[in-house]
């Protein structure tokens, strides 16, 4: 099946304790149904000091479910995702809410 959220898509939360918050998409793990927002679910992990990076409490983000995440359309509302193919063949993201085409 393909991908309905892609790594680049600008994301809103639906649910959870990051609800509404938006962010951009930056890796897509598709075995887990899962994705790594910028700025969203951020937990504090430790980290040990090595010869490159400082040791010490740092925060970073945690992968979401795919099912908690929505692209946000031009409107700026969480929308579905829907495939439409062209006449040339293609096959493009189309946005259920608006119609649009989602560019990727």
């Known amino acids: 099946m393909a991908a309905k959220i892609r790594k680049g898509d600008k994301v809103i939360v639906l649910s959870g304790r990051d609800k509404g918050r938006t962010g951009e998409v930056f890796e897509v793990r598709p075995a887990e149904s899962r994705a790594l927002v ?5 937990v504090k992990r430790h980290q040990k000091q090595s010869q490159s990076q400082e040791g010490g409490i740092i925060s970073k983000e945690s992968p979401v479910h795919l099912s908690k995440i929505a692209i946000v359309g031009k409107d700026g509302k969480p929308t579905r995702v829907g495939f439409k193919i062209q006449a040339d063949g293609t096959k493009v993201r ?10 990727g």
Do not use: T
């Open 94 to 103: 189309v946005a259920k809410r608006s119609g649009a085409e989602i560019d």
């Open 38 to 42: 910028r700025g969203v679910n951020m």
